[in-house]
Every structure is written in C-alpha cells, then in structure tokens.
C-alpha cells in the first residue's frame, strides 16, 4: 500500500497537469463560442444546442453504465488483480457496443420523430436540423465507445496523457471555429460535421495511447462473464436513476425551454453553460485528480484517509468555485457584453443563477465517489435520484404559467440543497461517517466564508460604473476578499502555516 503522503504527492501533481491544460481549454473555449456565436447567428446557436441536448438524452442509457465502469475499474486497480482487470475492461467493451445499437435504434425512431413533430424549430430549418442530429448522434456514439479508455486513463492516474489529448481537442476545436467562416455549405451544417470529426480523431488517439500502455487494453476478449456482467448491470440498474434524474435536469429542462420560450432563449442558456463550464473544470480537473485515490483507498480499507479526502476536497473545491464565480458574479452584464457582440435576452440570469446551482452541486461530489465505491447505491439512487427528478415536472409547470425561463434554475438549486442532506444520511447508515462533523468542519465553515466574501463586493458594487477600470477594481475586490475569507476563516492554523512556509520559501529564493 503506497503511503497517505505519496498520494497526496501524485494528487497535487496531477491537479496542476489538469490545471494547465484547463487553462489553455478555458481561453479557446471562450474564443470559439463567440466566434461561434457570431458565425451561426443566435438562433442557429441555440438550435444546435438544444438538438445536441436531445440527442445527450440517450445517455440515460449509457451515463448509468458508464459509473459502474469508472468505478470497477479503480476498484480492481486498487485490488491489484490485474487478471480481473483485463476481463472488466474487456466486458465494458462489450456493453458500450450493445449500448450504441440500442441508442441507434432509439434514436432514429423515437428521436427523429421528437426533433421533427414535438421541437419549436423554424420550418426553413428543419432540414439543416435534421442533419445536425445526425451528426450530433455519430459524434456521441464515438464518444460513448471512448468511455473504458478514459476510465482506464483515469484509474492509472495517467493525468498527463489525459491532459495532452484534450488539449489536442481544443486546437481541433479552435480550427473549426475558423473553417466554420468559410464554410462551403450551410454553416450550422458543417459545424456539426467537423465537430464529429474531431470526436473521431481523439478516439483513435485515445485507443493508440491506452494499447500501448495498458496491458487489459491490448486483447479485448468480446465475451461472456455471467457473474461480473450481472454486478456491473446492477450497479448501473441502480445508478441509472441517477444518470436520468441529472440528465433530465440539464438536458430535459433545455428542450421544455425550447417548446416555451423558442429557440433563442436556448442560445442564452447555452452561452451561460460556456460560462460555468469554463469555472467548474477547475473544480472537475481537482476531483479527476482525487476520486481515484477516494476508490482505491476504500478498496485498501483505508478507510481514515479517504474520509479525511472527502472533508478537505469538499472545502477546496467550494473554495476554489468560489474564488472562480465572485468576478463573474458581479461582473456579469459587463463580461457578457465585453466577451460577446450580441447578448440574448436572459443571458445574465442565467449565468449567476448556474453559478449558485454549482457551488450547491460541488459539495456532493467526493462523497458521492466515496458512495460509489462502496457499490451500496440502491438507497441513495432511489431516493437523490426521485428527488431530483421532480426538476422537470416542476419547470413544466412554472413554464406553464408563464414564469421567466430562469425559474428552471431555481428550482434546480432548491432541489440540489434538499439532495445534499438525504446523501449524508443515507452514507452513514452504510460507513462510519459524521454528519455533525461534517456540518461543523465543512458546511458551517464554508458558509461563513462564503458571507464575509461577498460583503465588500455587495457594498461596492452599486458604486461602481459599466466600464474596464471598474471592472478591473471590483474583480481585484472580489479577489482579495475571497482569499482573505478563506485564509482567515476556512483554513486551520495547520493549513495557514503551510501557506505561509511555502510563500516564505518562494519570497527567499526570488530574493536570492
């Protein structure tokens, strides 16, 4: 069993090898959705988002089976048998293939018939539509069959291979936005079509570099193991409640969005997505980082170091998405004007209000991988899963009423709040684990550094213009409010020291 201080080592190395390819993602990310933005027009903008949505909705089959897959193969990886390891990873193989005949099929009936009769889709664009989905469904095929050779990346906690390769993606990414200005054909067309062939190109990068250095990668064996197919299935069974309670949430909300409020209202949406997913991969790059650790540490028994895990990643993942969200938060309207030359309506809403629903969803997110690991879900499935899924009919009924399109986030944050409660319960009654503790150390701390946060930046802001110097200002306010909070508020006297060793040690050697 490797040492609590050399896996804290590789997490830390592992994190800033996430961390710079994140950054590089982040700035082409948001050079391409304007560029993208401006080159389709809002309305085919949020056409294409809402076609990819419908299209994600098949992953209600996938996303359950996709877990179980992470999760035995960390598992096993922890275990050391390799033997078994090369049988999961060969029977994962197996189930995505039957996986993508079974979405195909569903996807050209069911699928074909929403996106044409049931979706709120200019007539003049239906067939550009339909083109679009088809792509859309290839590309998330390839990506569905990409799934094991992440999973196994992941497990070997082989972070820098996993970081190349997508940075390799985001140049592919930053190229179609260039083509995209000279496209030959319908340009929502040809984005779709060279969007899917980026998805193939890394595919077969990701199948090259894990046949080179996995041994359970080399020989994949289509066969059929009874007894390990029918664990994996019931893990997946289980976990798909809560693949298709979150999937509904995103995905099914977009698509009511869509037939209520057209095609437009999807666009801003979609750009207040870009807007989260540029900050929450800071916090998804440290958990890739810590959730195999989380799993292997349950499968050695270890069972002090992995809770000690799940307190402090909790903590410095709400820290960090905090830090991250306080300048855009009060920056917003600004940021949106000055990243994007047209603005669709809603677009602020819908920004801040994802914003709070991440910070809510981030304090789930280790000790649901500890739950995983434990393969007992059934409880937490059915009860977090049913919860969450009540985000739909309720968005339905407030669309109905002719409530803002944001309520639907709303909702979703409430909803996220009661879930959080119900997984610390239902994980203690399986593992030794302190809600109390949990609340005193973790929640309670973070929420008084989330208050003394936003103190200034709330007093300030209404004394600030819409121009860069204040921008500029409130952003540096923010910042250094934030940091102060969470140096003198959320860490211990252990985490202070350390802080101030290493900022002394890099002060000396600077002045050398």
Not at 141 to 147: D, G, P, Q, R
Not at 224 to 233: D, E, P, R
Request: glycine letters at 4%; a positive charge; hydrophobic letters at 50%.
């Amino acid at each position: 069993m490797s040492s609590n201080s050399e896996n804290n080592k590789r997490i830390a190395k592992n994190t800033i090898l996430l961390y710079v390819r994140m950054l590089f993602m982040m700035i082409v990310s948001l050079y391409t959705s304007r560029v993208v933005l401006n080159a389709l027009g809002v309305e085919d903008y949020g056409l294409y988002n809402v076609i990819g949505g419908l299209v994600v909705m098949f992953n209600l089959l996938s996303g359950s089976l996709s877990s179980a897959i992470s999760r035995f193969i960390t598992y096993e990886l922890g275990k050391g048998d390799k033997e078994k390891l090369s049988l999961i990873f060969s029977s994962s193989m197996t189930i995505q293939i039957v996986l993508v005949l079974i979405i195909v099929l569903l996807a050209e009936t069911i699928g074909l018939w929403f996106l044409n009769s049931q979706m709120n889709i200019a007539e003049q664009r239906i067939e550009a539509a339909n083109w679009v989905f088809q792509f859309s469904l290839l590309t998330f095929i390839v990506n569905i069959i990409s799934i094991p050779y992440n999973a196994v990346i992941i497990a070997h906690e082989r972070m820098s291979a996993f970081a190349y390769i997508s940075i390799i993606e985001t140049i592919g990414k930053l190229l179609i936005a260039y083509f995209i200005l000279i496209s030959p054909i319908d340009k929502l067309i040809f984005y779709s079509i060279l969007m899917c062939l980026v998805s193939c190109i890394i595919r077969y990068i990701y199948g090259k570099y894990c046949n080179k250095h996995f041994e359970e990668c080399r020989h994949i064996r289509f066969s059929y193991n009874k007894k390990l197919l029918n664990n994996m299935f019931r893990f997946a069974g289980w976990n798909f409640i809560g693949s298709s309670s979150s999937l509904l949430r995103d995905q099914g909300i977009n698509i009511l969005i869509n037939i209520f409020c057209g095609a437009a209202v999807n666009a801003a949406r979609g750009i207040a997505i870009q807007v989260n997913t540029a900050i929450t991969s800071f916090i998804n790059n440290f958990m890739t980082a810590v959730n195999p650790q989380i799993t292997k540490s349950y499968a050695e028994n270890n069972k002090g170091y992995m809770n000690m895990l799940i307190y402090k990643s909790t903590q410095y993942s709400y820290y960090l998405i905090l830090l991250l969200s306080l300048p855009v938060f009060f920056n917003t309207e600004y940021i949106l004007q000055l990243w994007l030359k047209t603005v669709p309506e809603f677009t602020v809403e819908f920004v801040q209000l994802i914003l709070i629903l991440s910070m809510t969803d981030c304090l789930y997110r280790p000790l649901l991988t500890a739950h995983l690991a434990t393969g007992n879900i059934k409880s937490l499935q059915i009860v977090v899963g049913g919860i969450n899924l009540l985000n739909l009919p309720i968005s339905f009924v407030f669309l109905k009423i002719g409530m803002p399109p944001y309520i639907t986030i709303i909702i979703a944050i409430i909803l996220s709040a009661i879930c959080l409660f119900f997984r610390f319960y239902l994980y203690k009654r399986i593992e030794q684990f302190s809600i109390r503790d949990f609340c005193i150390k973790v929640l309670f701390n973070i929420s008084l550094v989330t208050i003394a946060s936003v103190i200034f930046p709330f007093l300030f802001k209404p004394l600030m213009g819409n121009n860069f110097a204040d921008f500029i200002l409130l952003s540096v306010l923010c910042l250094l409010n934030g940091v102060c909070a969470i140096i003198f508020i959320g860490l211990n006297e252990g985490e202070r020291s350390f802080i101030k060793k290493k900022a002394l040690s890099i002060f000396y050697k600077k002045k050398i």
